[in-house]
């Protein structure tokens, strides 16, 4: 016989109908089915920094000091804004035992110009030496002397927007100005046996002591 159970309290039958298995219900404490709490948990605050201003600025400083100090011996010990320098006279005595055209070199020119390249190159249809400079001011200017066929070179060195810009005496030649590509321009000598070409982005008078200083 089973002990008689209180009016109140209706006994929990834990078999499903149709025989299904039983299934066991979590219950709270109160004996009722158990749910989710309805109190949401509290909301996590962000961590604040604890930098200040300060010390982020102390922080950069610090990095920024041994790049200055690397900077600073690059500069003066390294020469790291000077441009590397070269010696042309190999490159001119290759053009000269070549014998393909006269070659010039420049005479006189001040110690604040410096050669920068020297190259010279047998192309189709004849040959080229070409020396690169930069200028007392730190621009580029580069002279071509060519044994090439003006009406190839002119297009090829200019751009097809080249255009005479008029005539130009300098130490008892004749040289024709000439507009080029970008924000440069040109001194052009024509010759029976070579094209001479003095061009970059200098100013004139720079150009001009180039073109005058070949001998």
Not at 21 to 26: E, I, K
Not at 64 to 82: C, K, S
Not at 177 to 186: E, I, S
């Given at each position: ?17 149709d025989g299904q298995p039983p299934v066991d219900v979590p219950t709270g404490p109160d ?154 321009q040109a001194l052009v000598l024509l010759e029976p046996t070579r094209t001479v070409i ?18």
């Amino acid at each position: 016989m089973e002990p008689a159970q209180p009016a109140d309290r209706v006994p929990a039958d834990r078999t499903p109908p149709d025989g299904q298995p039983p299934v066991d219900v979590p219950t709270g404490p109160d004996d009722g089915p158990a749910g989710s709490d309805p109190t949401p948990p509290p909301p996590v605050q962000p961590a604040k920094s604890e930098r200040s201003p300060k010390d982020m600025a102390i922080s950069l400083l610090v990095l920024l000091v041994p790049i200055a100090l690397l900077l600073a011996f690059y500069r003066g010990f390294l020469g790291g804004d000077q441009a590397t320098t070269v010696d042309p006279a190999p490159a001119i005595e290759q053009a000269r035992a070549a014998n393909t055209f006269p070659v010039s070199q420049p005479q006189g020119l001040g110690s604040g110009w410096s050669t920068v390249s020297a190259r010279y190159q047998a192309v189709e249809g004849g040959a080229n030496l070409r020396i690169g400079y930069l200028t007392p001011e730190g621009r580029g200017v580069q002279l071509l002397q060519s044994s090439v066929p003006a009406e190839r070179l002119l297009p090829a060195e200019l751009t097809g927007q080249g255009q005479p810009q008029g005539p130009s005496e300098l130490a008892g030649r004749t040289w024709q100005l000439y507009t080029a590509r970008g924000n440069q321009q040109a001194l052009v000598l024509l010759e029976p046996t070579r094209t001479v070409i003095v061009i970059g982005d200098a100013r004139d008078n720079e150009l001009r002591e180039l073109a005058g200083a070949l001998r």
